[in-house]
């Protein structure tokens, strides 16, 4: 069976978006998708470059709620469409966080790490002046410290998303170099019965590798891990289910046989 579910997409309620939420159903309806699930940023306290506006990647729940339970309502009989956020964790927040997802009836809360001690790894600056494999240990120390904090999330979004903006993206990661940190990880997850997900983005930025690559996604099975869940990462329709057969056949071959999807906060296994 293809992947039928797209579990992350962004529309005009992204700040790095314009996409009208229609635009996304029709698209994904013309794909064949049976499931979508919008998760579109809620990064509180984010840290903003000079000039870019305060609060751009702050959602505003109640105006997107409003307008995708009209879209659920329009598009009952033909397309399950779901109510998820991508939350931007970070551990000096972690009060706001988990108060901000018990006020809504979300069905899946990815959280995702976009800064990292209030550094930006987007930004070259992140890089400068020491190693690249000491700027992605400070990023997954960082992701093992909000999994301590047990904050309220579904899957951990695009878990190795530093390796986008590194000097040499990917092409020196070798899982050894990190398996002390990532295992903890992996294993944290697990026990709080939490997943990741597969972001296919990671092909998009030419790293020949969804997020998570083949090596953590390996490693993750090996470790009992079951929770998976696929996305786009779409922000616009044009990237919706974007390189779902390659996911699919990684998958597979790395073991998994189920991905999941999230109504009310609780996984649903599909077979591949
Ligand atoms: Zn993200
Ligand atoms: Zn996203």
Request: aromatic share 14%; proline share 4%; glycine share 6%.
């Amino acid at each position: 069976m293809p992947i039928l579910a797209d579990c992350h997409m962004h529309t005009h309620h992204s700040g790095d978006s314009d996409a009208p939420i229609e635009a996304m159903i029709s698209r994904a309806l013309e794909l064949g998708l049976k499931y979508i699930c919008f998760t579109e940023h809620q990064d509180f306290d984010f840290v903003y470059e000079p000039g870019e506006p305060q609060g751009l990647f702050e959602t505003d729940t109640d105006a997107y709620l409003k307008e995708l339970r009209k879209m659920q309502a329009k598009y009952n009989d033909r397309l399950d469409i779901r109510f998820g956020i991508e939350l931007g964790l970070q551990t000096h927040i972690a009060e706001q966080l988990k108060d901000y997802a018990s006020v809504y009836d979300f069905d899946f809360i990815i959280g995702s790490s976009h800064l990292c001690n209030h550094k930006d790894p987007y930004l070259k600056n992140f890089f400068v002046g020491r190693d690249e494999q000491e700027a992605y240990l400070e990023y997954f120390t960082y992701i093992k410290e909000c999994i301590s904090s047990h904050l309220d999330f579904d899957v951990y979004g695009h878990l190795d998303y530093v390796l986008r903006y590194g000097p040499t993206k990917n092409t020196k990661f070798r899982y050894p170099d990190y398996q002390e940190v990532i295992d903890s990880i992996l294993r944290a997850l697990i026990e709080q019965g939490k997943g990741i997900e597969l972001n296919t983005s990671g092909y998009a930025y030419a790293l020949g590798a969804p997020h998570p690559c083949r090596e953590i996604l390996l490693r993750y099975k090996e470790l009992g891990g079951e929770i998976l869940t696929i996305g786009s990462d779409a922000h616009d329709p044009s990237h919706i289910a974007s390189d779902f057969n390659k996911a699919a056949s990684l998958l597979t071959d790395c073991g998994f046989r189920h991905y999941c999807v999230f109504e009310h906060r609780k996984p649903i296994f599909y077979p591949f």
